[in-house]
């Protein structure tokens, strides 16, 4: 299974950290966002190639499409731009269950394998090559954690392990620009191994260093 990520503000100190610690944990990088750091999310999609690059503002966003029209990478600017990078990891969890259909049999039609999953057929055959081949769609319950963290380094590696020693397996990653000292992290995950209790984990999450609230959003 692929697991992915999107990184809002990837160029600042939360967003760099939540890369390297995507790179030790294998994730695929969906999309990555910056302000005008055009530099830094250069040598970002040049590293880990994502599908979508976006940057704030326009003319950032011209300057970052010209360095990289050696890449497979689209270039956006702009609010929609945001809000499409933040779901690509949904899109890309939906076009793997829409394969694993269409591997297991339970249909074989690629409209209402697309249908099913909530995406358009066009998005299936955009990414479907982007997507490793699907094995045992979520064995577990997922759920979804929001974390509003201090804008300090090593508080996110510090998080995501307790991820990984508990049993939470990351699906996907999103992260926000960080204001005001703080960034909103939100952390999907396969909790079906998860070795105590979901109170006991959200609890453990919101006693870490750096962490200023934790919930649950979803799941």
Do not use: W
């Not at 692929?2 to 890369?19: D, F, K, V």
């Not at 690059?53 to 702009?78: F, H, P, Q, S, Y």
């Not at 049999?105 to 982007?130: H, L, M, P, Q, W």
């Not at 319950?141 to 508990?166: D, P, V, W, Y």
């Amino acid at each position: 299974m692929t697991h992915t990520i999107t990184i809002l503000g990837s160029t600042g100190s939360i967003g760099r950290q939540t890369l390297s610690v995507a790179e030790e944990l294998g994730l695929r990088v969906a999309a990555l966002t910056a302000e005008k750091n055009v530099d830094l999310l250069e040598a970002q999609c040049r590293k880990y190639r994502p599908e979508l690059a976006v940057m704030t503002e326009n003319a950032a966003a011209e300057e970052l499409k010209t360095r990289l029209a050696d890449m497979n990478i689209r270039v956006l600017a702009g609010a929609e731009a945001l809000c499409e990078a933040a779901a690509l990891p949904e899109i890309f969890r939906k076009v793997a269950e829409a394969k694993r259909m269409l591997e297991t049999g339970e249909t074989d039609k690629v409209n209402e394998a697309a249908k099913a999953v909530g995406i358009s057929r066009s998005a299936f055959y955009k990414y479907r090559d982007t997507i490793a081949p699907f094995q045992n769609m979520m064995a577990g319950r997922i759920i979804t954690f929001q974390l509003m963290l201090k804008h300090k380094a090593g508080i996110l590696s510090e998080i995501l392990s307790i991820f990984a020693n508990c049993g939470a397996n990351i699906l996907t990653i999103n992260q926000a620009i960080p204001s005001g000292g703080r960034a909103m992290v939100t952390v999907s995950a396969e909790t079906g191994n998860l070795g105590c209790s979901l109170e006991e984990f959200t609890r453990r999450l919101g006693e870490s260093t750096g962490v200023v609230k934790a919930e649950v959003v979803a799941g």
